[in-house]
């Protein structure tokens, strides 16, 4: 047991009008005086906390330091770029999955006022933004698209549309938790359904499925792709095409959420095994639903897919009006299918997650050697190193990754890290070793520029 540390006693605080008066002839009242009293408060608590736990704090200069570090991320007032050096591709995060150049643009013409429900040829009202649809069918190959809020919206519209009041059979081994409170039973529960569990968490057989079939109240069997855990050893499952016949037979659809939602590039790094929306079809799943911030590699959305009755109800249902996408949205979406409809080449080279999972370990390592020649006074390491998919994308699937590995003379890599975080353009990377890694196969080129300045500012 370590001895109790005594209390160490607080420094004199001066009144808060006070300290807002220094604060800003320190130069830090630029997000205004409200933000600068939050970082205050913060700081203080903080100063507070320490004293308590008998490390003795002054009002000085770190105190100071750190009140302007505190305003540099205030978040309601600046959601600001970061440099993505983790090696995570869809780092949730950092935003999931950066946008491409077309997405931008697209997305900024449609800011002001443009043709999101306006039909060119009558003056009047037209669809809103069909050509999402009919880029969803051309490149799925399904009968009708749409396209909402995000994944989880999606799930939540397919399964209160065709169950609610019903049941939804959810196989054990997919009764899955994608993160914050978005779990299966829950989403179930929110459609106003009733969630009947078949199978066990490692083994589902087909009759399984089959026996909670003859339910005549049952309104969709839901599948959902385990994309951010794996079951291992002994285990079974039916194949979807197998579980897709049964549902024919009982003329209960089958809904299939794939979660990353692969169109092209099954075979990217840590993407492999990840089943394509075309796929999932050809099974004969009657909708799939994913996100249009994944392996898609646009903006955030949830798009549906399959067969197009099913999907008239969907888009006619009043949930679809409460999950609409925004018109920016919806420019940046429809500029992503777009390239998508290009083919297999221009998306990985113009959609920058899809690009990025194709970089070659190599190129990344001459990269590291290049960088590592501009950048003095760390020790630095030229490293190979694991970078991820990330956002439930292949969890377990490793990316064979380079970078640098960074160390400074007396800092340890947790306060270098630290510091990197606070620089204008805040560098995200990882601790390994006790050392700093900067993963570059999420950093683009055109940021190596102020990576290195931030690296520059750090040592100082
Ligand atoms: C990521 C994911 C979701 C949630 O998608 P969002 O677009 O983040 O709402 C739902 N289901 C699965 C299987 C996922 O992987």
Request: glycine fraction near 10%.
């Amino acid at each position: 047991m370590e001895p109790a540390m005594a209390a160490a006693s607080l420094p004199r605080i001066a009144p808060m009008t006070d300290l807002l008066q220094t604060g800003t002839e320190r130069g830090l009242a630029g997000w205004g005086r409200e933000a600068l009293r939050c970082a205050l408060r913060d700081a203080l608590d903080g100063l507070r906390a320490d004293c308590q736990a008998g490390r003795p704090r002054q009002l000085d200069e770190g105190f100071w330091a750190e009140v302007g570090d505190r305003l540099a991320v205030v978040p309601a007032l600046r959601l600001k770029g970061a440099i993505n050096a983790t090696g995570v591709v869809l780092h949730t995060n950092l935003g999931r999955a950066p946008w491409s150049d077309e997405a931008i643009a697209a997305a900024a013409a449609a800011a002001g006022y443009g043709t999101v429900e306006f039909d060119l040829e009558t003056g009047g009202r037209g669809g809103r933004a069909p050509e999402v649809a009919a880029h969803l069918v051309r490149l799925t190959g399904a009968g009708d698209g749409l396209a909402v809020n995000n994944n989880a919206a999606a799930v939540l519209l397919a399964l209160s549309v065709l169950a609610q009041g019903r049941k939804v059979i959810v196989a054990r081994n997919e009764l899955v938790e994608i993160g914050g409170s978005y779990r299966m039973p829950e989403v179930v529960a929110a459609a106003g359904a009733e969630m009947i569990e078949v199978g066990t968490t490692n083994r589902v057989h087909l009759r399984d499925f089959a026996a909670a079939l003859a339910d005549p109240e049952v309104g969709c069997v839901f599948k959902a792709h385990p994309s951010n855990y794996r079951i291992d050893g002994f285990t079974r499952e039916p194949a979807v095409a197998e579980l897709a016949a049964a549902c024919r037979e009982h003329g209960v659809p089958l809904v299939y959420d794939l979660g990353s939602g692969v169109l092209v590039g099954a075979d990217l790094a840590g993407a492999r095994d990840e089943p394509t929306v075309k796929d999932a079809l050809a099974a004969g799943c009657d909708l799939v639903t994913f996100s249009g911030d994944k392996l898609l590699g646009g903006p955030q959305a949830g798009l549906i897919v399959g067969a197009a009755a099913l999907v008239r109800r969907l888009r006619s249902n009043m949930l679809t009006r409460c999950l609409r996408l925004d018109k920016t949205i919806l420019a940046a979406l429809e500029a992503t299918l777009a390239i998508h409809a290009l083919g297999e080449q221009a998306a990985r080279q113009r959609i920058p997650g899809l690009r990025m999972l194709s970089l070659d370990q190599a190129a990344l390592r001459a990269r590291a050697h290049a960088l590592a020649a501009r950048l003095s006074g760390f020790d630095v390491l030229v490293v190979d190193c694991e970078g991820r998919v990330g956002s439930g994308a292949a969890p377990v699937a490793p990316v064979a990754s380079a970078g640098l590995s960074l160390a400074l003379v007396g800092t340890g890599a947790a306060e270098l890290a630290r510091r990197l975080r606070f620089q204008p353009t805040p560098v995200v990377g990882r601790i390994q070793d006790e050392r700093l890694l900067l993963d570059l196969r999420t950093v683009a080129e055109d940021q190596e520029d102020r990576l290195l300045e931030a690296l520059a500012a750090v040592r100082s």
